[in-house]
């Protein structure tokens, strides 16, 4: 069974440029969720996907960030004119909804993005 | 007002002792899960524990286990016998229908134990 993976583990970008990043659920998942972190915080809800619907945006989330998940598996997060700002540890899960309390996730290892 | 609130940024614990770490949680909706996780400095959140706010009992899985104590609104984690592998952040989570069952997060504690 493996697990959540994301990719790449690790990106640099310079200031407006756009950056895509993708997460890959453990395969019989049908919830897909993205994460932002920051140091020191616990992390931001972005947006999460059941199969290929994308049912909640965070309303925090600006309109330069946009997540697809076109065949209910993988996912991409995209942010375009990246900002020194968007610099964060994004984090990918995934869960098999049972019940709406006690859904547990599985989170992958995160791509950290740092924006020059 | 917050959610979740981990009142404890850093702890240092002798290897072997047992630790808490605290959380308390403020909801109105009397259905809630809480959870417990570790994130250890490869970046992965691990899943700990979970409590459901109409469990009975604590909820105990090998070394973890949570002292929920509803009235108070607490759900402090123990770790059994603590091991140097057990050094991470831990990160405290409740889900509630009024925030359409999202995870909210804990600010973290970041646990260091000392051999």
């Known amino acids: 069974d493996t697990g959540v993976s994301q990719d790449p583990r690790h990106k640099i970008t310079k200031r407006g440029q756009n950056v895509t990043f993708r997460c890959d659920p453990i395969?019989?998942?049908?919830?897909l969720y993205w994460y932002r972190q920051t140091l020191g915080q616990g992390p931001e809800f972005l947006t999460y996907?059941?199969?290929?619907?994308?049912?909640?945006k965070s309303r925090l989330l600006s309109d330069r960030f946009s997540a697809e998940r076109p065949k209910g598996s993988f996912s991409t997060l995209e942010i375009q004119r990246t900002e020194q700002g968007d610099s964060a540890m994004y984090l990918c899960?995934?869960?098999?909804?049972?019940?709406?309390?006690?859904?547990?996730?599985?989170f992958g290892s995160g791509t950290q993005l740092s924006v020059l | 007002a917050q959610k979740i609130t981990q009142t404890q940024p850093g702890m240092f614990v002798q290897e072997k002792e047992a630790v808490t770490l605290d959380c308390t949680y403020d909801?109105?909706?009397?259905?809630?899960?809480l959870f417990w996780y570790k994130q250890p400095s490869s970046g992965e959140m691990i899943f700990l524990i979970y409590?459901?706010?109409?469990d009975q009992q604590n909820a105990t899985e090998g070394r973890y286990s949570l002292n929920f104590q509803k009235a108070r609104k607490s759900a402090n984690l123990v770790i059994s016998a603590s091991q140097l592998g057990d050094s991470a952040m831990y990160f405290c989570?409740?889900?509630?229908?009024?925030?359409?069952?999202?995870?909210?997060w804990g600010a973290g504690t970041k646990l260091i134990i000392k051999p």
């Open positions: 899960a995934s869960s098999l909804v049972q019940t709406a309390s006690n859904e547990k996730l599985f």
């Open positions: 395969s019989e998942h049908n919830r």
């Open positions: 996907f059941q199969n290929e619907a994308q049912l909640e």
């Open positions: 909801t109105s909706d009397p259905s809630y899960g």
């Open positions: 409590q459901g706010s109409y």
């Open positions: 989570a409740m889900r509630e229908l009024d925030s359409n069952y999202q995870l909210i």
